[in-house]
Nanobody, 122 residues
Protein backbone atom coordinates (compact mmCIF):
# COMPACT_ATOMS: atom_id res chain seq x y z
CA UNK A 1 0.00 0.00 0.00
CA UNK A 2 1.06 3.53 -0.75
CA UNK A 3 -0.73 6.47 0.83
CA UNK A 4 -0.58 9.77 -0.99
CA UNK A 5 -1.51 13.21 0.31
CA UNK A 6 -1.56 16.24 -1.97
CA UNK A 7 -1.36 19.87 -0.98
CA UNK A 8 -0.80 23.25 -2.56
CA UNK A 9 -3.96 23.74 -4.55
CA UNK A 10 -6.03 26.88 -4.39
CA UNK A 11 -7.42 29.85 -6.25
CA UNK A 12 -5.07 31.80 -8.49
CA UNK A 13 -5.47 34.41 -11.18
CA UNK A 14 -4.67 33.64 -14.77
CA UNK A 15 -0.96 34.01 -15.36
CA UNK A 16 -0.16 33.02 -11.81
CA UNK A 17 1.69 30.01 -10.51
CA UNK A 18 1.28 27.22 -7.97
CA UNK A 19 3.38 24.37 -6.67
CA UNK A 20 1.60 21.17 -5.76
CA UNK A 21 3.19 18.68 -3.41
CA UNK A 22 2.41 15.03 -2.78
CA UNK A 23 3.83 13.19 0.20
CA UNK A 24 3.89 9.41 0.11
CA UNK A 25 3.96 6.91 2.92
CA UNK A 26 3.86 3.15 3.05
CA UNK A 27 5.83 1.06 0.61
CA UNK A 28 9.12 2.27 -0.79
CA UNK A 29 8.32 5.48 -2.58
CA UNK A 30 11.46 5.40 -4.69
CA UNK A 31 10.38 2.19 -6.40
CA UNK A 32 7.30 3.79 -7.95
CA UNK A 33 6.73 5.92 -10.97
CA UNK A 34 4.61 8.95 -10.10
CA UNK A 35 2.15 11.02 -12.01
CA UNK A 36 -0.03 14.08 -11.72
CA UNK A 37 -3.43 13.56 -13.26
CA UNK A 38 -6.20 16.11 -13.42
CA UNK A 39 -9.92 15.98 -13.92
CA UNK A 40 -12.07 18.94 -14.83
CA UNK A 41 -15.85 18.89 -14.39
CA UNK A 42 -17.49 16.85 -17.11
CA UNK A 43 -14.16 15.72 -18.55
CA UNK A 44 -12.14 12.55 -18.39
CA UNK A 45 -9.01 12.26 -16.31
CA UNK A 46 -5.99 13.58 -18.14
CA UNK A 47 -2.41 12.84 -17.26
CA UNK A 48 -0.52 16.07 -16.81
CA UNK A 49 2.97 14.80 -16.12
CA UNK A 50 4.78 11.64 -15.08
CA UNK A 51 8.19 10.85 -13.68
CA UNK A 52 10.06 7.60 -13.31
CA UNK A 53 11.38 6.21 -10.04
CA UNK A 54 14.71 8.02 -10.17
CA UNK A 55 13.53 11.26 -11.70
CA UNK A 56 15.70 10.74 -14.77
CA UNK A 57 12.77 10.53 -17.17
CA UNK A 58 9.72 12.75 -17.34
CA UNK A 59 6.67 13.02 -19.55
CA UNK A 60 4.35 15.95 -20.14
CA UNK A 61 1.11 16.32 -22.00
CA UNK A 62 1.92 18.21 -25.19
CA UNK A 63 -0.37 21.11 -24.36
CA UNK A 64 1.39 21.69 -21.05
CA UNK A 65 5.03 21.53 -22.01
CA UNK A 66 6.94 24.55 -20.87
CA UNK A 67 4.39 25.53 -18.23
CA UNK A 68 4.40 22.53 -15.89
CA UNK A 69 7.39 20.81 -14.31
CA UNK A 70 7.32 17.56 -12.38
CA UNK A 71 10.06 16.61 -9.97
CA UNK A 72 10.60 14.31 -7.03
CA UNK A 73 12.70 14.09 -3.91
CA UNK A 74 12.99 10.47 -2.87
CA UNK A 75 14.67 11.41 0.41
CA UNK A 76 11.49 13.30 1.34
CA UNK A 77 9.05 10.85 -0.27
CA UNK A 78 7.63 13.78 -2.17
CA UNK A 79 6.71 14.57 -5.75
CA UNK A 80 6.06 18.10 -6.95
CA UNK A 81 4.25 19.81 -9.78
CA UNK A 82 5.31 23.36 -10.51
CA UNK A 83 2.76 25.21 -12.61
CA UNK A 84 3.35 28.60 -14.18
CA UNK A 85 1.39 30.83 -16.56
CA UNK A 86 -1.81 29.22 -15.39
CA UNK A 87 -4.90 29.47 -17.56
CA UNK A 88 -8.59 29.14 -16.68
CA UNK A 89 -8.64 25.84 -18.60
CA UNK A 90 -6.16 24.44 -16.07
CA UNK A 91 -8.95 24.49 -13.49
CA UNK A 92 -9.42 20.93 -12.24
CA UNK A 93 -8.88 18.57 -9.37
CA UNK A 94 -5.27 17.47 -9.47
CA UNK A 95 -4.44 13.98 -8.27
CA UNK A 96 -1.11 12.50 -7.37
CA UNK A 97 -0.82 8.82 -8.27
CA UNK A 98 1.70 5.99 -8.10
CA UNK A 99 2.41 3.13 -10.48
CA UNK A 100 4.94 0.27 -10.15
CA UNK A 101 6.54 1.38 -13.41
CA UNK A 102 6.32 4.60 -15.40
CA UNK A 103 3.09 5.11 -17.29
CA UNK A 104 1.30 7.74 -19.33
CA UNK A 105 -2.04 5.99 -18.90
CA UNK A 106 -4.07 7.07 -15.85
CA UNK A 107 -5.79 3.66 -15.84
CA UNK A 108 -2.52 1.95 -14.93
CA UNK A 109 -1.96 3.93 -11.76
CA UNK A 110 -2.63 1.86 -8.66
CA UNK A 111 -2.56 4.33 -5.80
CA UNK A 112 -4.21 7.74 -5.72
CA UNK A 113 -4.34 10.69 -3.42
CA UNK A 114 -7.55 12.45 -2.51
CA UNK A 115 -6.92 15.29 -4.95
CA UNK A 116 -6.40 19.00 -4.57
CA UNK A 117 -8.51 21.65 -6.29
CA UNK A 118 -6.84 24.17 -8.55
CA UNK A 119 -9.02 27.03 -9.72
CA UNK A 120 -7.71 29.63 -12.15
CA UNK A 121 -9.78 32.78 -12.50
CA UNK A 122 -9.78 34.88 -15.62
Amino acid sequence: QVQLVESGGGLVQAGGSLILSCVASGRTFSSYGMGWIRQAPGKEREIVAAINWSGSNTYYADSLKGRFTISRDNAKNTVYLQMISLKPEDTAVYYCAAVPRSSRDPREYEYWGQGTQVTVSS
